[in-house]
């Protein structure tokens, strides 16, 4: 038999279920007075007479709290415990004994061993009883306040998870984009640069020449840039780079790649230094890139003072090292962003993509090394790239 009480005014959501307290005995009169004591508390009451009418509505309802008389006919109110602890629904549902009999250790350990969480002594004190009956629901409010927020907080790893999901596929179909529209580009361009480069070699008008020259210039600037997108979607989409190693002689790449930023930039010095075995199965196309990057960076963004230096180190036996050193130092807030795509560009590093050291990043690693930034007004800036001596396409 079940019944309910009133619920008594209260700050609490009028759309928030009261919990419910299961009350268990076999004389009717102690579900009454039992009632009665609890008639203030904001509580739905749920009455048995029996062990197994309380298992039927335990079946059924989820209790805050149980209060069980001891001594019953059929199924005591050990023997309900312990069924109420050998099941899930139930194993949490604290247990507050109600007892006529004399206090006893013996007793009190039993019920104890049974699952109960406490004892009432017969005749109950209205105000302990109430005391107690509150101190179990404000637990019990408590849990469902948590339980109600880690619902709600999985919600939210759920939801973000997918739109984390969702945000790479996103990036994932730009790259391929970004992939096939940089692969497209190249065949223009070349087209372009060729055609300037005839332009420049045949023309007798100096302005013409400057022109071709000028359109040359920004054409390998664009293929630079086009190649670096290139890497970019290789490395996010494609696994790595690509190699194509051949036998490199390190001094003559450089020097090759230092020949043509004299063309653009007469006025800067750049010096090279080199000791040790400096050949290795490299692939050119990248190195030259790699090196090209650098020695780059080094004009735009350096001082004019000292000159740019370049430090090829091949002493080590499995290991070729690459320094490219400049004056000025690169802001304290940019370091931990160089090797980051598409990074913010500052009035004084500003240009280009931000590709630059990523791309020299994904070919010193694809080639079984890395790169490394130091920089301080002291010291000015310095990269420094290792290589593998041999690497496999």
């Given at each position: ?32 007075a ?15 007479r ?66 109960a ?79 300037a ?7 007798p ?55 043509e ?46 000159p ?35 990074r ?19 070919i ?30």
């Amino acid at each position: 038999m079940t019944s309910s009480l009133h619920p008594r005014s209260n700050d609490a959501s009028a759309d928030a279920p009261r919990p419910r307290i299961l009350l268990v005995d076999d004389v009717p009169e102690n579900l009454v007075a039992l009632a009665a004591l609890l008639r203030e508390e904001d509580v739905e009451i749920l009455e048995a007479r029996s062990g197994p009418e309380a298992l039927e509505i335990l079946l059924d309802l989820e209790v805050a709290l149980a209060l069980v008389d001891v001594q019953m006919p059929e199924m005591d109110g050990f023997e309900l415990a312990e069924l109420m602890r050998g099941s899930s629904r139930t194993r949490h549902v604290p247990i507050l004994f109600v007892t006529a009999g004399a206090r006893s250790e013996e007793r009190i350990f039993r019920g104890y061993e049974a699952g109960a969480v406490d004892y009432l002594l017969k005749p109950i004190e209205p105000v302990v009883l109430q005391n107690k009956v509150r101190t179990f629901l404000q637990l019990y409010r408590q849990r469902e306040q948590l339980g109600a927020r880690l619902e709600q907080l999985q919600r939210i790893s759920a939801e973000r998870q997918r739109l984390v999901e969702e945000l790479q596929q996103t990036l994932r179909l730009n790259e391929l984009y970004l992939a096939a529209l940089s692969h497209d580009l190249r065949s223009p361009l070349s087209a372009i640069l060729a055609g300037a480069e005839i332009l420049r070699r045949r023309t007798p008008d100096e302005a013409v020449h400057r022109a071709a020259k000028r359109i040359q210039s920004s054409g390998e600037s664009m293929a630079r840039m086009i190649e670096s997108l290139l890497d970019l979607a290789q490395a996010r989409v494609g696994g790595g780079l690509r190699l194509r190693p051949e036998s490199v002689h390190l001094p003559e790449l450089v020097e090759r790649v230092i020949g043509e930023h004299r063309l653009l930039a007469p006025n800067r010095l750049v010096e090279v230094a080199a000791e040790g075995n400096l050949r290795g199965m490299w692939d050119p196309g990248r190195l030259h890139r790699l090196v090209s990057n650098l020695v780059g960076n080094a004009i735009q963004h350096g001082t004019q003072h000292p000159p740019i230096r370049v430090e090829l180190d091949g002493a080590e036996g499995e290991r070729v090292h690459l320094r490219v050193r400049n004056g000025g130092a690169i802001a304290t807030d940019l370091l931990g962003e160089l090797f980051n795509p598409f990074r913010v560009s500052t009035s004084r590093h500003r240009g280009g993509l931000g590709l630059g050291l990523f791309s020299v990043q994904q070919i010193a690693r694809a080639h079984g090394g890395d790169v490394a930034v130091r920089s301080s007004e002291a010291e000015g800036t310095c990269v420094e790239v290792t290589l593998r001596r041999v690497v496999e396409g």
